[in-house]
């Protein structure tokens, strides 16, 4: 027998009779199951169905377990069938010569007589191979990105087209410290900073967003909107406890084929470590700057050819030259001419030692061709592969000493005289007015905690002229045989302090630090106070016990 003239369809085509044995079929089903009309005509469909269970390989490579509940499932097909005379996507499994197992999608109805007596079925069988192995690569393609996106160590949220949150993964959600049932539906704004102002950050410090910020954000989202994604740019999340969290961030939108957004993927990378370490790089490198701009010692440093990159006040004073006169300059400038060879011949014969370190005393030229007598201190500067970067000297006035920051008179008369004498010598200087209360009886402690005390006073009404620009200012000093306490106060700016004490600052911030960790170093404690229109406030205490001059004498 021929088959019938359906070989234009491409999918498989059965006949059968009222009793439902085959007598017509068309090429693509003899194609499908691999078998010849001869095979095929007389036979039931379900001889060529999977009605046993068991573990079967499928023409799509798969291998699947055919059980009680798939033989359930088609008894009640075939129920549903016999009830409403047909049925349409009925998903079979159709065995082919092979022996392997062809899924299916099978849509059958009786056929009729002009009586309506039955007369046979007539169904269209499509082979779902193809479709089930794109499935299979859509699932395992879709299982692997799954996998990626769940098992980055990097925080992933995604959004619609809208920015509303569709899904986040373990990183985001350990990231913000929200469930994600909690996330899911929000807007992804709401976890942004929601305006300027002073946070507190993981970081473990105290951040400042200005509306500079804000714009700069601004204008990051007009680039992902422009260009459809957007990179390496700083941002920040807000964690459930409403700390900010820093990260670095790329923003990209998702198109489909017709090229119209869908939705919106952030990848973030949580830099607050990084941030500590370079928030702990500042506060040193602030730290130290603030001691060598202090130091009652000159200090100098020089690039790899003797020219002066970094010169302190102490320098300034001791030179008679300004900051802009001497950097720049070569160092030799100052040298005389027997200092010229020492200092060519130290760097020569430095290049080997472990750690090149000079003293002499000299004497250097000055302003207006005068000499001055001078102790040196030389060393030079390395960079990590050994080379020669500079070199940096530390300079001492042997004839003055330095009066301005430790005077005799502090040693002679006591602290309160060479207050006196500051004040006096601020007003002169720099027109600051500052008034000095005295109280309590005097204390007897040795000369470290008198010159802390001292300098530590002085930087407090320098930072006053410098920073606040006040008008006024006052020093009140409370002391007893056991504790002193100072306070330095001022009608000038104010400026931010975080809630960690004051590292945010607009004025003198980290001479204040400076000054705090000498105190705490002798076990005492610095405090800052500072409002709006109010000016600022310094609190200093130390305790005297363990600092006692081992004989008696004035402050």
């Known amino acids: 027998m021929k088959p019938i003239k359906f070989d234009s369809s491409l999918d498989a085509i059965v006949i059968g009779d009222a009793k439902g044995v085959i007598y017509r079929v068309n090429q693509a089903f003899l194609d499908m199951i691999g078998r010849s009309m001869d095979e095929v005509y007389g036979k039931f469909t379900r001889d060529f169905s999977v009605l046993a269970e068991g573990s079967y390989e499928l023409t799509s490579g798969e291998h699947i377990e055919i059980g009680r509940e798939y033989l359930e499932y088609t008894q009640a097909k075939v129920s549903q069938f016999i009830s409403e005379k047909r049925m349409v996507n009925w998903e079979n499994y159709m065995f082919h010569r092979s022996g392997k197992i062809i899924p299916v999608d099978v849509t059958i109805v009786f056929l009729f007589d002009r009586n309506g007596v039955t007369t046979g079925t007539f169904g269209i069988l499509r082979d779902t191979t193809q479709r089930r192995k794109a499935e299979k690569e859509i699932t395992e393609t879709r299982d692997f990105l799954n996998n990626i996106i769940e098992s980055s160590l990097d925080p992933i949220v995604i959004g619609d087209n809208r920015g509303y949150i569709t899904r986040v993964n373990k990183a985001f959600i350990q990231l913000v410290g929200f469930e994600q049932e909690e996330l899911i539906g929000k807007h992804m704004a709401e976890l942004v900073p929601p305006q300027a102002g002073i ?197 001492r006035d042997t004839r003055s000493l330095i009066f301005n920051l430790s005077p005799p008179f502090l040693y002679e008369f006591g602290l309160e005289k060479a207050l006196e004498w500051l004040i006096d010598d601020m007003q002169k200087e720099y027109g600051l007015r500052t008034r000095l209360v005295c109280t309590g009886a005097e204390g007897i402690f040795d000369d470290d905690v008198r010159i802390l005390l001292y300098q530590s006073i002085r930087e407090l009404l320098i930072n006053v002229v410098k920073h606040a620009h006040a008008k006024t200012a006052t020093v009140l000093l409370d002391q007893n045989a056991q504790m002193i306490h100072i306070t330095v106060e001022d009608d000038g700016k104010w400026f931010v302090i975080s809630p960690d004490g004051f590292k945010v600052s607009n004025r003198g911030g980290y001479g204040i ?34 600092h006692q001059a081992d004989t008696g004498g004035g402050l």
């Open 199 to 395: 946070y507190e950050s993981t970081a473990g410090t105290s951040i400042i967003l200005t509306d500079r910020f804000c714009d700069r954000v601004f204008e990051q989202m007009k680039k992902l909107m422009e260009r459809g994604d957007f990179s390496a740019g700083e941002a920040y999340y807000c964690d459930k406890n409403g700390k900010i969290i820093p990260v670095e961030q790329t923003l990209f939108y998702i198109y489909d084929k017709k090229g119209e957004c869908t939705g919106v993927v952030s990848v973030s990378r949580d830099i607050s470590e990084r941030k500590k370490a370079e928030q702990k790089l500042v506060e040193t490198r602030n730290f130290l700057e603030d001691i060598i701009r202090t130091s009652a010692d000159g200090i100098v440093v020089t690039d790899a050819l003797g020219n002066l990159i970094l010169a302190n006040e102490a320098v300034t004073r001791i030179l008679d030259y300004s900051q802009e006169e001497l950097l720049g300059r070569n160092i030799r400038d100052f040298m005389v001419s027997d200092d010229l060879n020492m200092c060519d011949n130290f760097i020569e014969s430095a290049s080997c030692a472990s750690e090149p370190v000079l003293y002499y005393e000299t004497k250097w030229q000055v302003k207006g061709q005068r000499l001055i007598e001078l102790g040196a201190n030389m060393s030079i500067l390395r960079d990590i592969s050994g080379s020669t970067t500079g070199m940096v000297a530390c300079i």
């Open 513 to 546: 630090f400076s000054i705090r960790e000498r105190f705490e170093h002798l076990g005492g404690t610095l405090t800052v106070e500072s409002k709006l229109n109010r000016g600022t406030r310094i609190n200093m205490e130390l305790s005297l016990l363990q």
